[in-house]
């Protein structure tokens, strides 16, 4: 069966310092993935996705970056955080692109930015 | 720009009242509309619509699409303490993307 892995699952970072948060998804090949950022009390903001290795779109200019260094590895990455980057980040998986398949999310990492 | 827009935002109940939650959506090469369900953590996945008229049921549960009209309705009825979530509705679109674009969601409290 499918899973998913996200951590850490909780994370306190001072404004200015790099982040980096990993996503991993096991028990599939070629998977769509994804980040999305949620606010408190807010619905889920696409960050990037990717349909293959190395491939990255972005939805929203931002300090965050991402990488897919392999099939089943997503990684978010900031230089330098802002303030503004605190927030509750999911990473999920899809397989197809035709219709569109139901998404299976991580369970999230909770960011503070001091 | 492609839009998503859920309605209420939030909803207080008591156990054994039927509710509605609303999505309606505006966006470019729509294929498939979804319905998530988000306790603490991880949403999880309750429907996927992708014809109109065709309601999808699970337990206390259903949903139906109108593409006419571009929005979804998710009907629980009997609630129960449990159902209490954040419901979250997404529209999945391949205009040269392979993405789901998400309502801000429906908080909903059950009351005992």
């Known amino acids: 069966s499918q899973t998913i892995h996200q951590w850490p699952a909780t994370l306190v970072q001072p404004v200015g310092s790099p982040l980096s948060l990993e996503c991993t998804v096991e028990g599939t090949s070629n998977p769509n993935l994804y980040w999305y950022r949620q606010a408190a009390g807010r619905g889920l903001q696409l960050l990037f996705y990717s349909v293959g290795i190395g491939q990255i779109s972005s939805e929203v200019p931002q300090n965050l970056s991402a990488s897919r260094p392999q099939d089943r590895q997503f990684i978010l990455s900031s230089k330098k955080l802002l303030l503004s980057d605190s927030g509750f980040y999911l990473c999920?998986?899809?397989?197809?692109?035709?219709?569109?398949?139901?998404?299976?999310f991580g369970d999230g990492t909770r960011l503070s930015i001091l | 720009e492609d839009k998503v827009v859920q309605s209420p935002l939030s909803l207080v109940v008591h156990e054994g009242d039927t509710v509605t939650l609303n999505c309606s959506y505006e966006v470019t090469n729509f294929r498939s509309l979804l319905w998530y369900k988000q306790e603490k953590k991880a949403p999880t996945f309750l429907f996927m619509l992708t014809s109109s008229g065709i309601e999808k049921k699970s337990g206390r549960l259903s949903s139906i699409l109108d593409k006419k009209e571009l929005f979804s309705i998710l009907n629980i009825t009997a609630t129960q303490t449990g159902d209490s979530a954040v419901y979250l509705c997404a529209a999945y679109v391949t205009s040269g993307t392979y993405k789901y674009i998400f309502g801000t969601g429906t908080r909903l409290k059950v009351l005992a």
């Open positions: 999920a998986w899809s397989v197809g692109v035709s219709l569109g398949r139901p998404q299976h």
